[in-house]
């Protein structure tokens, strides 16, 4: 396998990562578990190191400029999310015009991660789609 290959694959396990620990942060909000909400936050963080990685060795493999933007808008969501739940702390969901802003900034970097999964083939764009559509109705849900 080479290198792109290796990039491709590493893409999609990432967006099934991302994907799956949002699952699984929404279903302890359900549960109301805080703590263990918090620390898969935390964890969906660390999701940033490998995302630089893929922006960075992008242009040797000639992605179109929707990568660079998926992967940007991901990037974007996840500052963002630092930003406001755990370094600022503020409490944000209380106000419409920011919680819109979020849920379009959560959408749009999520839904490109799709994208950076289907580099891989369609073998690992499919699962990555129902990720996220189950990603989609927990969100819904557990809002």
Do not use: C
Request: aromatic residues 12%.
């Amino acid at each position: 396998m080479g290198l792109r290959e290796k990039a491709n694959v590493l893409g999609a396990v990432l967006a099934y990562a991302i994907f799956i620990t949002i699952i699984l942060i929404f279903i302890v909000r359900l549960m109301r578990r805080p703590a263990l909400e918090h620390g898969l936050g935390q964890a969906l963080m660390i999701a940033a190191v490998p995302l630089v990685y893929l922006l960075a060795v992008a242009p040797s493999f000639r992605r179109p400029a929707i990568y660079y933007v998926q992967i940007g808008l991901m990037l974007a969501f996840l500052l963002a999310e630092f930003l406001l739940d755990y370094v600022l702390k503020i409490d944000f969901r209380s106000t419409r015009w920011m919680v819109i802003a979020y849920v379009m900034v959560f959408f749009s970097g999520t839904g490109g991660m799709i994208g950076v999964a289907s580099q891989a083939g369609r073998a690992w764009t499919v699962p990555a789609i129902v990720l996220f559509l189950v990603m989609t109705a927990l969100a819904f849900i557990q809002r």
